[in-house]
């Protein structure tokens, strides 16, 4: 992975065997909710174990993890929202701000008295339990403008950007000071080795985080409100690695120029054909590695890397049945590789 990743590997392609095994169940996710640590570390834990035991059966590139997930609430939760918490689906925000005005009141919180806190207590447990070497991956982690998107009313929020904009920066500015806050203390903690928050590949340094607010504006904006985040936190920690599950096919170009990119993962979107992926394959070429949703390989393995340029970093992500199709696609896979 630490090769893959690196600005000048070589082409190529690693690859997770996704598969359910009966004899080692995925646990189901309890409530995502502040009063459920306990049943949140227990099924934390019993997902690495079942992890750690795949990987002995199963010869691909899937790093064991312990896992602190979340919803999409915590941040904009630091900063004052209120949080609906269903039953039925994860957490999610509800926003407080509704004017420029109640955006310029707001301040990035004191991390170690925020509602952040309690999340360090989760992952703190594990790593006791599983020792420092084990590889964490880290809560959800949003864009600095994907919190402000959920922090102030997005209909206002949108207004704004066109009419009091430099009040959308400030708000966006805050909360990366709190996100670099987050995270810097997390990588102290638990060291800067780590699977991202989505999909879940491996990262040596760097951030990774999910930019799906730029589906619903322009280039131009892009550039006024989102790049100087992103070039920020890359510069901070030295990369970044970006999830966007919009239909944004018209902020590539921005997403390309990011300095310090290592890997891209889209999701097609509904309204999208396969060509998507492809044509996302063919735009990103060598420079940076893709982890794409919506390109399933297909066909006998040895044809697979055919289904994307030549110069590509890849990861492939490829469905098995069985344990036992899943040792052999493994196998194969490994051959080809070779």
């Not at 492809?278 to 040895?302: I, K, L, S």
């Amino acid at each position: 992975w630490r090769e893959f990743l690196a600005p000048t590997a070589a082409p190529g392609f690693l690859f997770h065997v996704d598969y359910s095994d009966p004899e080692c169940p995925t646990p189901s996710t309890p409530s995502l909710w502040p009063d459920k640590i306990e049943e949140r570390i227990e099924r934390a834990w019993t997902l690495y174990e079942t992890q750690r035991k795949k990987a002995e059966w199963v010869n691909d590139d899937r790093v064991p993890y312990l896992t602190n997930v979340t919803g999409t609430e915590i941040f904009a939760e630091a900063f004052g929202c209120a949080v609906q918490r269903p039953d039925d689906t994860n957490p999610f925000a509800l926003p407080c701000v509704h004017n420029a005005q109640e955006a310029d009141a707001l301040t990035a919180p004191e991390l170690s008295t925020s509602s952040l806190a309690y999340l360090f207590d989760i992952a703190d447990e594990l790593q006791r339990r599983a020792g420092p070497e084990a590889v964490m991956k880290p809560v959800d982690i949003q864009s600095p403008m994907d919190v402000v998107a959920l922090i102030w009313e997005k209909v206002d929020l949108f207004i704004a950007m066109l009419e009091t904009p430099e009040s959308v920066k400030r708000l966006a500015g805050e909360v990366r000071t709190l996100l670099i806050a987050f995270m810097d203390e997390w990588f102290r903690r638990y060291g800067t080795e780590y699977i991202a928050h989505f999909p879940d590949y491996f990262m040596s340094g760097g951030i990774t985080l999910s930019e799906d607010e730029i589906g619903a504006v322009s280039e131009e904006m892009f550039d006024a409100f989102f790049r100087n985040e992103l070039e920020l936190l890359s510069a901070h920690f030295g990369g970044i690695a970006i999830h966007c599950c919009a239909d944004a096919r018209h902020q590539w170009g921005n997403l390309k120029s990011i300095p310090g990119l290592r890997l891209l993962n889209l999701v097609k979107p509904p309204t999208r054909g396969a060509e998507y992926i492809q044509d996302a394959y063919t735009f990103f070429g060598g420079g940076v590695a893709q982890m794409h949703h919506g390109w399933t390989p297909w066909g006998e393995p040895e044809t697979w890397p055919q289904g994307y340029p030549s110069e590509c970093r890849v990861v492939l992500q490829c469905p098995a049945a069985t344990r036992d199709e899943a040792i052999s696609l493994a196998d194969q896979l490994q051959e080809i590789r070779g």
